[in-house]
């Protein structure tokens, strides 16, 4: 049986002590945002708060508006084969350390145990490694359907906002391919293929850093 999205963060982030929080990037939503490219709002809750799971406002139960996830550009930067690493930062030396979570779902609110995801981003400075796999790596949720890697903020480059791009895969299934961003970000306003609905959502991390959290649904 289905279980919901609401759920899935009560259970995630009294598990993990996770930030409250969680983004969605439907194609529902897309739809709603029109053929200018002005995105509408998620439908998902964000409401900052503690790890304390009575602290949650309601979320919408999944089964309402649930379409996948937004696919998005590939772009130029992409490099097969990454290593298996939760651990993007890891030798790393400078950018605002991040930690990213959340859960894959079916359009049917499944979780999705196993997928894969594939990221790959800039480094503060808005440099890619195109030589080797610095910030990039591949992660699998486990068997609520849960991921967490922790990274750096991504920096800017030419005609771009802040934005970590990703292929998200079910066993068996087609890799999607899109990108999450930042909210609040000036920049936003002024990238070409920034979507609202793919924005993640924030709060402050320990030491300064930053924990977001952002929910993949894949058709099923
Ligand atoms: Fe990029």
């Not at 906002?161 to 899109?178: C, E, F, M, S, W």
């Not at 002024?190 to 609202?196: H, L, V």
């Amino acid at each position: 049986m289905p279980i919901s999205r609401r759920d899935l963060i009560l259970s995630g982030m009294a598990a993990a002590g996770l930030p409250t929080l969680l983004a969605a990037c439907s194609s529902d939503e897309r739809a709603a945002s029109g053929p200018s490219g002005s995105p509408s709002s998620t439908g998902a809750a964000a409401t900052p708060g503690t790890a304390g799971a009575t602290t949650l406002a309601a979320t919408p139960a999944c089964g309402d508006d649930d379409g996948p996830t937004l696919a998005q550009t590939e772009g130029p930067f992409f490099t097969s084969g990454s290593p298996a690493n939760a651990d993007l930062a890891a030798g790393v030396g400078s950018g605002t350390r991040l930690s990213l979570s959340g859960t894959v779902l079916t359009t049917r609110c499944d979780p999705v145990k196993r997928a894969k995801l594939d990221f790959w981003q800039a480094d503060d400075e808005g440099e890619y490694d195109n030589s080797g796999f610095r910030l990039r790596g591949h992660v699998f949720t486990d068997d609520q359907g849960r991921y967490q890697i922790t990274t750096v903020m991504p920096g800017l480059y030419p005609g771009r906002t802040r934005h970590i791009h990703v292929k998200a895969q079910a066993p068996g299934g087609r890799p999607l391919t899109t990108q999450l961003y930042f909210p609040g970000e000036a920049a936003n306003g002024r990238d070409s293929i920034y979507r609202k609905e793919c924005e993640v959502t924030m709060s402050d991390g320990p030491g300064g850093g930053k924990q977001a959290s952002f929910a993949f649904v894949l058709e099923a």
